[in-house]
């Protein structure tokens, strides 16, 4: 299927590792240009080696000083969509949480996001098309364990994304979700080291179990993930906003998983 992206604008958070990077790297193969967003310059200019229709920004997308450079690096042209992603809060179960860590993750997982999509969304609107995809977790579906800031944050984002895409729906702009179950990112790394400390066993027994838990028995790809989130950036999926759509191997038990 041809999708129809060349010589478009995207925009990439966390560009560097895991979601972000396989998406960014199908865009360029799409012959795409992106403008891709991430904490450490060394690893964004190593991206940027890639191609030369690769722009960089670097920062945490929490900080309003990046969202201003990053309006600024737009400028006048037309940005066709943004892939919002970020690394999430740490990992730890309800009980260790202090309201401080609460604090934070409101930051790092929620108030950006509604900054980012509120800066772009007119010149989106006022264009009549756009694609803003949100990449969040399984957890939007069903609870992962020691992820409890996760957790509820990112419920409250879908809350939000799907009360937008209802109010802007004629707009030609769409607004989607999806939610990783298990995949090889580091992010997984971190999950998996501190389940192995918290219950004292290797992390390849942990490793294995979080396999065993998907009805496919295995760890995700994220360029298999990649492939999805590109066809949603695409003209074709025009039809389809406010969803939240889980990407898990079959993790999800419930029948509106």
Same mark, same amino acid.
């Given at each position: 299927?041809?999708? !129809?992206?060349?010589?478009?604008?995207?925009?990439? =958070? =966390?560009?560097?590792?895991?979601?972000?990077?396989?998406? /960014?790297?199908?865009?360029?193969?799409?012959?795409?240009?992106?403008?891709?967003?991430?904490?450490?310059? &060394?690893?964004?200019?190593? @991206?940027?080696?890639?191609?030369?229709?690769?722009?960089?920004?670097?920062?945490?997308?929490?900080?309003?000083?990046?969202?201003?450079?990053?309006?600024?690096?737009?400028?006048?042209?037309?940005?066709? #969509? &943004?892939?919002?992603?970020?690394?999430?809060? +740490?990992?730890?179960?309800?009980?260790?949480?202090?309201?401080?860590?609460?604090?934070?993750?409101?930051?790092?997982?929620?108030?950006?996001? %509604?900054?980012?999509?509120? *800066?772009?969304? +007119?010149?989106?609107?006022?264009? #009549?098309?756009?694609?803003?995809?949100?990449?969040?977790?399984?957890?939007?579906?069903? +609870?992962? *364990?020691? @992820?409890?800031?996760?957790?509820?944050?990112?419920?409250?984002?879908?809350?939000?994304?799907?009360?937008?895409?209802?109010?802007?729906?004629?707009?030609?702009? $769409?607004?989607? %979700?999806? =939610? +990783? =179950?298990? !995949?090889? $990112?580091?992010?997984?790394? /971190? @999950?998996?080291?501190?389940?192995?400390?918290?219950? #004292?066993?290797?992390?390849?027994?942990?490793?294995?179990?979080?396999?065993?838990?998907?009805?496919?028995?295995?760890?995700?790809?994220?360029?298999?993930?990649?492939?999805?989130?590109?066809?949603?950036?695409?003209? !074709?999926?025009?039809?389809?906003? #406010?969803?939240?759509?889980?990407?898990?191997?079959?993790?999800?038990?419930?029948?509106?998983?």
């Amino acid at each position: 299927m041809k999708l !129809h992206l060349d010589d478009t604008l995207f925009l990439v =958070g =966390g560009a560097t590792s895991g979601f972000g990077k396989a998406i /960014t790297e199908q865009l360029i193969t799409e012959n795409s240009r992106v403008i891709a967003v991430a904490r450490t310059e &060394a690893k964004l200019l190593a @991206l940027q080696k890639f191609s030369d229709r690769i722009e960089i920004v670097v920062g945490d997308l929490s900080e309003e000083s990046v969202l201003e450079r990053i309006i600024l690096k737009i400028g006048n042209r037309v940005l066709t #969509g &943004a892939v919002i992603n970020s690394g999430g809060p +740490p990992a730890m179960p309800a009980m260790e949480t202090k309201l401080s860590d609460w604090d934070e993750a409101y930051k790092t997982v929620l108030r950006w996001k %509604i900054a980012l999509t509120q *800066a772009l969304l +007119p010149k989106m609107m006022a264009n #009549g098309y756009g694609r803003l995809l949100y990449i969040e977790s399984v957890s939007t579906k069903q +609870p992962v *364990a020691n @992820l409890v800031l996760s957790n509820a944050m990112r419920l409250a984002v879908t809350g939000y994304v799907k009360t937008l895409s209802q109010e802007i729906g004629s707009s030609g702009v $769409t607004l989607n %979700i999806l =939610g +990783p =179950g298990y !995949h090889a $990112t580091p992010r997984m790394e /971190t @999950l998996f080291a501190k389940n192995s400390a918290i219950k #004292g066993i290797p992390e390849t027994e942990i490793r294995e179990a979080f396999s065993q838990q998907t009805a496919v028995k295995k760890i995700g790809n994220p360029e298999d993930f990649a492939s999805l989130a590109l066809w949603l950036l695409s003209s !074709h999926s025009s039809y389809i906003t #406010g969803q939240t759509i889980t990407v898990d191997g079959g993790l999800v038990k419930g029948i509106m998983g």
